[in-house]
Each structure stands twice: as structure tokens, then as C-alpha cells.
């Protein structure tokens, strides 16, 4: 499985973003999708996931600001940012769990910055 991220960049505080990642290959099989993010200095952590049945999951510290979402037909998954703030600059990544190592993507950058 191959995944590619985009639709980071610049925005303002209180901005949107919608991210994509794209995956291609053994695509059949991929359940759960996830976002995470790595910002500078930080450990990568958990945004959320998604199931192939639509079924979501979120960090608490992103509930009600970030959405997931993801088209199985395209096989893209989708994260919509609200009310973005600073501390949310950071590479954010997609993970496609798998054994015996996950999938990532390459991750897209977004920086949040008056």
C-alpha cells in the first residue's frame, strides 16, 4: 500500500484545512485509516480514525475541531481542519496499520501563523 498526502500549507488562526491522502495498491483489504501528526521537537501522536464501515475515532484534543472522513470508492481519506490554531503546526501524516509494519505516508505540512 502506498499513501499520499496533501493539501497542507499556510493559514491564518481560526483558518480551515482539508487534507487528502491517496492510497493505491492492496487497497482491498485497508480497514482503518488514521491521521496523525508530528510537530517540531514532539512525538508523533494520534488524530484520528476512521473504519471502511465509517466508523470514527478522535483525540480528545481535536473533538469538534478536526473531522475525518474517507471515500472507499477513491480510496482517499480526508481530514478537515477547523478553527485552527498555532500549536497545531506540524507534519501531518496518514497510517494505514498493518502487520508486520504500518504504511505511512510522506506527510503534508501545515502552519498555522498570523
Known amino acids: 500500500v502506498q499513501l499520499q498526502a496533501s493539501g497542507g500549507g499556510s493559514v491564518q488562526p481560526g483558518g480551515s484545512l482539508r487534507l487528502s491522502c491517496a492510497a493505491s495498491g492492496s487497497t482491498s483489504n485497508i480497514d482503518l485509516m488514521s491521521w496523525y501528526r508530528q510537530a517540531p521537537g514532539k512525538q508523533r501522536e494520534a488524530l484520528a480514525s476512521i473504519t471502511r464501515r465509517g466508523g470514527t475515532g478522535y483525540a480528545d484534543h481535536v473533538k469538534g475541531r478536526f473531522f475525518i472522513s474517507r471515500d472507499n470508492a477513491k480510496n482517499m481519506v480526508y481530514l478537515q481542519m477547523n478553527s485552527l490554531k498555532p500549536e497545531d503546526t506540524a507534519v501531518y501524516y496518514c497510517?494505514?496499520?498493518?502487520?508486520?509494519?504500518?504504511?505511512w505516508g510522506q506527510g503534508t505540512l501545515v502552519t498555522v501563523s498570523s
Open positions: 497510517k494505514v496499520p498493518s502487520s508486520p509494519v504500518d504504511y
